[in-house]
């Protein structure tokens, strides 16, 4: 099994920067692909940007050149750096690795951008 925990959300001023983590742990060998997901009322989820095996990244159309995915492999973890925040960007933000073609989500963490 994989578990996956998300950090590093809050209450930030548009303008502002965050920086998301995910932490992963279980029986984890290879992973596929690792990304960010975000999930607003009312909307369905969408992708922020997602990073290979191979380390090939791409991002969603909103978020290019603000947004940055990392990764270290050894510590397995995924990171999100998050600036020039916009009150759009509200919503929870889930971590997803895809592994041997399963999906594995964390429960996701709360960004509120005010304006």
């Known amino acids: 099994q994989v578990q996956l925990v998300e950090s590093g959300g809050g209450l930030v001023q548009a303008g502002g920067s965050l920086r998301l983590s995910c932490a992963a742990s279980?029986?984890?060998?290879?992973?596929?692909?690792m990304g960010w997901y975000r999930q607003a009322p009312g909307k369905q989820r969408e992708l922020v940007a997602r990073?290979?095996?191979?380390?090939?990244?791409n991002y969603g159309d909103s978020v290019k050149g603000r947004f940055t995915i990392s990764r270290d492999n050894a510590k397995i973890m995924l990171y999100l750096q998050m600036n020039s925040l916009k009150p759009e960007d509200t919503a929870v933000y889930y971590c997803n690795f895809l592994i041997y073609g399963r999906n594995y989500w964390g429960q996701g963490t709360q960004v509120t951008v005010s304006s």
């Open positions: 279980g029986s984890i060998f290879s992973i596929n692909r």
């Open positions: 990073i290979t095996s191979g380390g090939s990244t």
